[in-house]
């Protein structure tokens, strides 16, 4: 396991090649069956909002410590604000799924809006909270 190692990747749209990066540093970070997947999608879904809405591009860092993962996803313009995560999606319209996944799946998440731009960072622990 890998831990207090930062990597970084452009978004652009070769979303593929980003899934790929992401999980092996997952797995790296120790990662495995349903956390992994469960990262890989949400650095998908925060990247294609990126490519979407943000138009500019970004780039996704993620890095690991003795708890979890944390990615933060910059988005160049900073189309995204705190109060898009207490949105409910509109599954007619198809807006807001995405984001919706993501906090249903992170144990954390919050965006912050820094000079001109957003930062949404995820986290994950590396075993998922007990559910009642």
Do not use: K, Y
């Amino acid at each position: 396991m890998i831990s207090e190692f930062r990597l970084q990747w452009p978004i652009t749209r070769d979303l593929a090649t980003l899934r790929e990066c992401v999980h092996a540093f997952g797995f790296g970070a120790g990662l495995t069956g349903q956390r992994l997947q469960d990262l890989v999608f949400v650095a998908n879904e925060a990247a294609t909002n990126v490519l979407q809405h943000g138009g500019a591009g970004g780039a996704l860092i993620a890095w690991s410590d003795d708890v979890g993962v944390s990615l933060e996803v910059v988005d160049a313009v900073g189309a995204l604000s705190e109060a898009d995560l207490s949105l409910e999606p509109d599954l007619a319209a198809g807006h807001g799924v995405g984001l919706w996944l993501i906090r249903r799946l992170c144990d954390e998440v919050s965006i912050e809006g820094v000079a001109g731009s957003a930062r949404l960072r995820l986290r994950l622990r590396r075993q998922a909270p007990a559910t009642a």
